[in-house]
T-cell receptor, first 113, second 112 residues
Framework: EAGVAQSPRYKIIEKRQSVAFWCNPISGHATLYWYQQILGQGPKLLIQFQNNGVVDDSQLPKDRFSAERLKGVDSTLKIQPAKLEDSAVYLC???????????FGNGTRLTVT | SQQGEEDPQALSIQEGENATMNCSYKTSINNLQWYRQNSGRGLVHLILIRSNEREKHSGRLRVTLDTSKKSSSLLITASRAADTASYFCATDAQGGSEKLVFGKGTKLTVNP
């Protein structure tokens, strides 16, 4: 089966600019996750979707971050405006059901200057 | 907040040796998972152990879970240079939203 696809692979922007990341999960996977991974740390959950609906977004900085899952398949994560501390790798993952093995994409490395 | 804490933070061994990494967590869990992350890549699922299980094997991997001590260990036997990676434990807390919370990871280096 095809894995989780993410784009772009790398992105460099200046602070206060906006940026968007795209994720295409494994076909048939109902649950989709966005994680933020700062260098040297473990991934931190930003938002979890179950089909179209949001299951958990308690750690999403909603004043600047937004995410949507189109028709329960693809998802986009947007940051507007970006801050220096947003520099991180943004990982998308999917699973066939809640709390099963997560399948991760290779991530988007964001650098905010 | 991070639920799991891996120990040690970094581990360097020779090829052929065994590597043991530990994970401690704070609240009761439904299950615990271990993941591997190679540099610049996404995480890869290794093994899932449920709260009512005590030990699980997968190839050269052995995972134990002690719910009374709220801890787990990952043993990699006969390590290879290709095992060089960061290893993370992840837990989902009972009674929560079932979100998976990752620790900070152990960086394993296997020297040829």
């Amino acid at each position: 089966e095809a894995g989780v696809a993410q784009s772009p692979r790398y992105k460099i922007i200046e602070k206060r600019q906006s940026v968007a990341f795209w994720c295409n999960p494994i076909s048939g996977h109902a649950t989709l996750y966005w994680y933020q991974q700062i260098l040297g740390q473990g991934p931190k959950l930003l938002i979890q979707f179950q089909n179209n609906g949001v299951v958990d977004d308690s750690q999403l900085p909603k004043d600047r971050f937004s995410a949507e899952r189109l028709k329960g398949v693809d998802s986009t994560l947007k940051i507007q405006p970006a801050k220096l501390e947003d520099s991180a790798v943004y990982l998308c993952a999917s699973s066939p059901d809640r709390i099963r093995a997560l399948h991760f994409g290779n991530g988007t490395r964001l650098t905010v200057t | 907040s991070q639920q799991g804490e891996e120990d040690p933070q970094a581990l360097s061994i020779q090829e052929g040796e065994n590597a043991t990494m530990n994970c401690s967590y704070k609240t009761s869990i439904n299950n615990l998972q271990w993941y591997r992350q190679n540099s610049g890549r996404g995480l890869v699922h290794l093994i899932l152990i449920r709260s009512n299980e005590r030990e699980k094997h997968s190839g050269r991997l052995r995972v134990t879970l002690d719910t009374s001590k709220k801890s787990s260990s990952l043993l990699i036997t006969a390590s290879r240079a290709a095992d060089t990676a960061s290893y993370f434990c992840a837990t989902d807390a009972q009674g929560g939203s079932e979100k998976l919370v990752f620790g900070k990871g152990t960086k394993l280096t296997v020297n040829p």
